[in-house]
């Protein structure tokens, strides 16, 4: 895609968050009271307007520590969005097929999202070591205390960024995939005419894909898998399981490794009197909990792998290191979201409750987590991929440049 297109559809990517922010903007100070909205999803509209809240003030009464930063993180997020989209656009040619192209601007849009979630995160550690003691709640905490509470009093609120996500991959998968088309439909329509060309005219340049080697989609989709698996072999170990009961730092572990999981399985019985008084945190050796999390971690694996595949057939084989940076990113959040939403349909499907199913009011938490995953560790996907496609790269000659000739739009 060429430059000045790939800047207009960036600029466009931005229109989207930043009218939902006017909005919403608008909508609370017309408010005669607070914004007191909550931010827990128990049903489906409640997990749409998740993604619209973040935007929404906070309460400086819950949140005093992040209230002051929010604004400028939030101007943050939706300029990442256009980097994140032109970044991605980059690697979008006339050969791309149009959905991998609304794919590949949908993934753009979580990885952009995502980042903000991590930023806001190290803000608030950031924040919390500034803090004087005894300013939050009015106690002399140290350092680690005051960040556990801190998390706990705004845990209601750390999720935003990532449904927020959800929201602007729908209209960046749209907008990406119909420039995608654009250029699709231009390219048939030069080859058409160009039956009637000039004899001497210079014939038009094919940018190679990764896909034009057979097997090599493949092989890139599974040297990004290793990472994924190498997390949850370590998430799998006693010492990860251990730290969750920690506070302050260790306990941000949860936030980012949480529920995928590959472990031995437990060598020792299951206690059926701990899981009766420890319903709420289940015995990370009892057998039915590592099958869920094994086959869950397995799932993710695949839905990861598959994803990789689809996309990055259709991409460069060369150059645009950032922009597929951006696609392997956002790729590991849509799979651990996918993933997510499977397990608790699943769940729900097979779940025998007098009171019926209600999927949405864990649907909320699962989709944090999982997507949490892919934001925080994302990135590890892309570095082998890289270093794949590098090695696969058949083109060794250091006089022609690593980025791949576009033809002219």
Same mark, same amino acid.
């Given at each position: 895609?060429?430059?000045?297109?790939?800047?207009?559809?960036?600029?466009?990517?931005?229109?989207?968050?930043?009218?939902?922010?006017?909005?919403?903007?608008?909508?609370?100070?017309?408010?005669?009271?607070?914004?007191?909205?909550?931010?827990?999803?128990?049903?489906?509209?409640?997990?749409?307007?998740?993604?619209?809240?973040?935007?929404?003030?906070?309460?400086?009464?819950?949140?005093?520590?992040?209230?002051?930063?929010?604004?400028?993180?939030?101007?943050?997020?939706?300029?990442?969005?256009?980097?994140?989209?032109?970044?991605?656009?980059?690697?979008?040619?006339?050969?791309?097929?149009?959905?991998?192209?609304?794919?590949?601007?949908?993934?753009?849009?979580?990885?952009?999202?995502?980042?903000?979630?991590?930023?806001?995160?190290?803000?608030?550690?950031?924040?919390?070591?500034?803090?004087?003691?005894?300013?939050?709640?009015?106690?002399?905490?140290?350092?680690?205390?005051?960040?556990?509470?801190?998390?706990?009093?705004?845990?209601?609120?750390?999720?935003?960024?990532?449904?927020?996500?959800?929201?602007?991959?729908?209209?960046n998968a749209s907008l990406v995939g119909s420039a995608g088309l654009a250029l699709v439909l231009m390219g048939r329509?030069?080859?058409?005419?160009?039956?009637?060309?000039?004899?001497?005219?210079?014939?038009?340049?094919?940018?190679?894909?990764?896909?034009?080697?057979?097997g090599r989609g493949a092989n890139l989709a599974l040297a990004g898998v290793l990472p994924a698996l190498v997390l949850m072999l370590i998430n799998g170990t006693p010492a990860v399981w251990d730290s969750?009961?920690?506070?302050?730092?260790?306990?941000?572990?949860?936030?980012?490794?949480?529920?995928?999981?590959?472990?031995?399985?437990?060598?020792?019985?299951?206690?059926?009197?701990?899981?009766?008084?420890?319903?709420?945190?289940?015995?990370?050796?009892?057998?039915?909990?590592?099958?869920? !999390?094994?086959?869950? #971690?397995?799932?993710? /694996?695949?839905? &990861?792998?598959? =994803? @990789?595949?689809?996309? *990055?057939? $259709?991409?460069?084989?060369?150059?645009?290191?950032?922009?597929?940076?951006?696609?392997?990113?956002?790729?590991?959040?849509?799979?651990?979201?996918?993933?997510?939403?499977?397990?608790?349909?699943?769940?729900?499907?097979?779940?025998?409750?007098?009171?019926?199913?209600?999927?949405?009011?864990?649907?909320?938490?699962?989709?944090?987590?999982?997507? !949490?995953?892919?934001? #925080?560790?994302?990135? /590890?996907?892309? &570095?082998?991929? =890289? @270093?794949?496609?590098? *090695?696969? $790269?058949?083109?060794?000659?250091?006089?022609?440049?690593?980025?791949?000739?576009?033809?002219?739009?």
């Amino acid at each position: 895609m060429s430059r000045p297109l790939r800047l207009f559809v960036a600029v466009l990517s931005t229109v989207g968050p930043i009218a939902l922010y006017l909005v919403v903007t608008a909508k609370v100070r017309a408010m005669p009271e607070p914004f007191t909205g909550t931010r827990t999803a128990v049903d489906l509209p409640t997990l749409v307007l998740k993604g619209v809240v973040f935007f929404a003030p906070l309460d400086p009464m819950t949140a005093p520590i992040m209230d002051p930063a929010t604004p400028l993180l939030r101007w943050v997020v939706i300029l990442l969005v256009g980097v994140a989209t032109y970044l991605a656009c980059g690697l979008v040619t006339r050969r791309t097929h149009p959905f991998v192209a609304a794919t590949t601007g949908a993934v753009a849009a979580l990885t952009a999202t995502a980042v903000g979630d991590l930023l806001w995160w190290a803000t608030l550690v950031l924040r919390v070591r500034l803090t004087p003691a005894g300013w939050y709640a009015n106690a002399a905490l140290d350092h680690s205390t005051l960040l556990a509470s801190a998390h706990l009093s705004l845990a209601g609120w750390t999720s935003d960024a990532l449904f927020l996500g959800c929201l602007v991959a729908l209209m960046n998968a749209s907008l990406v995939g119909s420039a995608g088309l654009a250029l699709v439909l231009m390219g048939r329509l030069k080859n058409n005419t160009g039956e009637e060309a000039d004899e001497d005219a210079e014939p038009a340049v094919r940018v190679p894909l990764i896909g034009d080697v057979r097997g090599r989609g493949a092989n890139l989709a599974l040297a990004g898998v290793l990472p994924a698996l190498v997390l949850m072999l370590i998430n799998g170990t006693p010492a990860v399981w251990d730290s969750y009961s920690g506070r302050g730092y260790l306990g941000l572990l949860r936030e980012f490794l949480y529920r995928p999981a590959l472990s031995p399985p437990p060598r020792v019985p299951d206690d059926p009197v701990y899981r009766l008084t420890h319903g709420v945190d289940p015995n990370p050796l009892s057998m039915d909990l590592w099958t869920h !999390r094994s086959v869950l #971690a397995l799932a993710m /694996l695949l839905v &990861l792998w598959l =994803l @990789l595949w689809a996309v *990055l057939a $259709d991409l460069p084989s060369s150059g645009y290191r950032l922009g597929l940076v951006v696609v392997c990113w956002g790729a590991t959040i849509a799979a651990s979201a996918l993933t997510a939403t499977s397990d608790v349909l699943v769940d729900c499907a097979t779940t025998n409750s007098p009171t019926g199913c209600t999927p949405w009011e864990s649907l909320g938490d699962e989709l944090t987590s999982s997507m !949490r995953f892919g934001a #925080a560790w994302g990135w /590890l996907v892309a &570095l082998p991929v =890289l @270093l794949a496609r590098r *090695l696969h $790269d058949t083109d060794t000659s250091t006089d022609t440049p690593e980025a791949p000739v576009h033809e002219c739009t």
